[in-house]
């Protein structure tokens, strides 16, 4: 079975520009989680969604915006990006989006120049 | 969710068991213990969760105290590949699904 899938792996953007990643769960997974990971630090929670509703925020400005489709997938969108935006943004997903375990994607690595 | 405190960096010889400790001393009564791991540049990997009592699955085990204020992560037979940082989180299982990430324990295997 495919587990968390993530799209694109590695990009380049330029400083005040738009990224949007993409993510799609495990199958029969509702929950999608999406985490920002600086290099040398843990992973930092974003959003997560459950059923296409926002269930939880972190600590991020409003240029961070997700979304959650009808098939579970999920896009995060980063706009008017910053040198400190570069970092590993990694995806997850559960089953219930309360008590399951979470598992996570390899993640989209963006770089800001 | 309560705060967990890990060593910054440990080793094991290659074929012994490591032992990983974390201690979670305000851990409350809903709270689990999640332990996952990340090899370098990729994503965290589930290892194992544990309430109170001791768990054990395919890749490790996880000894909590009965006073639940501490845990131990133990592989078994540590290879070269399960070289990698090893993250402690304390979650409760209601409300929203946030793993709060500390720094973990970088955890090398030695040949």
């Known amino acids: 079975d495919a587990g968390v899938t993530q799209s694109p792996t590695h990009l380049i953007k330029t400083r005040g520009q738009h990224v949007t990643l993409r993510c799609s769960p495990i199958?029969?997974?509702?929950?999608v989680s999406w985490y920002q990971q600086v290099l040398g630090q843990g992973p930092q929670f974003i959003f997560q969604y459950y059923e296409k509703e926002e269930r939880g925020r972190g600590n991020f400005p409003d240029r961070f915006s997700a979304r959650q489709f009808p098939n579970y997938s999920s896009e995060l969108n980063v706009n008017a990006l910053l040198l400190g935006d570069s970092a590993l943004y990694l995806c997850?997903?559960?089953?219930?989006?309360?008590?399951?375990?979470?598992?996570f994607g390899e993640g989209s690595w963006l770089t800001v120049v | 969710d309560a705060k967990t405190t890990q060593p910054t960096s440990m080793d094991c010889a290659e074929g012994r068991a490591a032992n990983l400790p974390c201690n979670h001393s305000t851990i409350s009564g809903n709270e689990y213990v999640y332990w996952y791991r990340q090899i370098h540049s990729q994503g965290p990997q589930y290892i194992i969760h544990g309430l109170k009592n001791n768990e054990t699955n395919e890749m490790a085990s996880l000894i909590i105290t009965e006073d639940r204020k501490s845990s131990t992560l133990i592989l078994p037979h540590a290879t070269l590949r399960d070289t990698a940082v090893y993250y402690c989180i304390v979650k409760s299982n209601f409300g929203n699904e946030k793993l709060t990430f500390g720094t973990g324990t970088r955890l090398t295997i030695i040949p």
């Open positions: 199958s029969g997974h509702k929950s």
């Open positions: 997850a997903s559960s089953l219930e989006g309360d008590g399951n375990t979470i598992y």
